[in-house]
Each structure stands twice: as structure tokens, then as C-alpha cells.
């Protein structure tokens, strides 16, 4: 299978969801999947949460604004995330990640 360079998004529910990711991992190497509910602390504010993340990965939070800006939360820092829409909840879940790779 040639790899193409593009994503591909697929809303379904949990169970189908794992048989559509089994069919794609029988044809492909590598397969991410991020579930938009990844377990992300809807009480917290997106600062706060990321903040968080940079001491639990023993992170410097001087380059927070840095990661806010390149992941486009910085205008949503302060809502919390039970405020946010599926897209920047995703958002906020792949600038945490960024703490423990900076």
C-alpha cells in the first residue's frame, strides 16, 4: 500500500471505531488514533492544564505561550475544558503532548 500525505478522520462509536482501526492495522505499519475524549481534565482551564503537564513531564512552562501559539489555543487559554469544541479539545490534547518532547 503506497503511504499517502494526508489524515483521515473517522467519527464512529467505540466498537466500530476498534474494527475499522483493526481492518486499517492489518494493511498499514503504523496507525495513530486519538480518541477526542482522550481523558483531558474538563475542569481545568486550558492554561492551568498545560501548565500541569509541563511540571508532571518535568518541563519548563517558559515556553508555554510558545506552544499555545503554535497549536492555536492561546485566544482559549482561560476557558475551561469542558467549554471547548471537539476540534480545540484536540487541539489542547496535542499541545500537552509537546511538554514531553521540548
Do not use: P, W
Not at 55 to 84: C, D, F, M, P, W
Amino acid at each position: 500500500m503506497e503511504k499517502l500525505d494526508t489524515s483521515l478522520a473517522i467519527n464512529a462509536s467505540m466498537e466500530a471505531g476498534k474494527k475499522i482501526m483493526d481492518a486499517v492495522q492489518a494493511e498499514m505499519d503504523a496507525v495513530a488514533c486519538f480518541q477526542i475524549d482522550d481523558g483531558l481534565y474538563e475542569q481545568l482551564t486550558v492554561n492551568t492544564y498545560l501548565k500541569m503537564f509541563a511540571k508532571l513531564s518535568a518541563t519548563s512552562t517558559k515556553n508555554l505561550g510558545e506552544i499555545e501559539k503554535k497549536y492555536s489555543v492561546s485566544a482559549i487559554r482561560k476557558k475551561k475544558i469542558k467549554q471547548l469544541n471537539n476540534i480545540q479539545k484536540r487541539l489542547v490534547s496535542l499541545a500537552d503532548k509537546v511538554h514531553i518532547i521540548v
